[in-house]
């Protein structure tokens, strides 16, 4: 009898490990970020695909599941979580143009890639995701970001996918 029970405590202390493997793998969220290192504030304006998809990875503002928020920043890269705050843009036309002024020293979450790791702007992305930007275009001092240049603008940590606009 204790045979058995050495045999099967391993084979139940495995399954279980396996079980919350699965689970905890399959909720990993990539935010996405535009973080204001200036001393001023920044204002961007943000075009999307008019097109809508169910899944976009980029936020549109009439959209209840969405919710723009400020943070924080711990450090030059790091956003501090506890910090959130709800913020409102200015919707220009369609729901997929909008206007917002980021404060100084704050990140501002713009986008959100569930269950999967983002590697670039044109990877095949599942659950039917999309990749929606079209443009971000900043008020001074910055190139216009576009789906193609996209990733040479952004580093990936432990927060998120964050774009570090500085002085």
Known sequence: MNRIIEI??????????????????????????????????????????????????????????DVFSFYEMQSSKSVDFGTK???KVDTMNHFSHYRVTIPPNKAFQ???????RYERYDQEF???Q??????IHFSVGHPDIRPENFDHYITTNQSGILMVINN
């Open 110 to 116: 713009y986008g959100r890639l569930s269950n999967q």
């Open 126 to 128: 599942i659950n039917g």
């Open 85 to 87: 705050t709800n913020c």
């Open 8 to 65: 099967i405590y391993p084979i139940r202390i495995i399954c279980w490990i396996s079980i919350l493997l699965l689970f905890t793998s399959c909720s990993k969220v990539y935010k996405f970020f535009i973080v204001n290192q200036t001393s001023a504030p920044l204002k961007i304006d943000v075009k999307l695909e008019k097109d809508r998809e169910s899944s976009s990875i980029f936020f549109y503002p009439d959209t209840t599941r």
């Open 130 to 135: 999309t990749f929606n930007l079209n443009q």
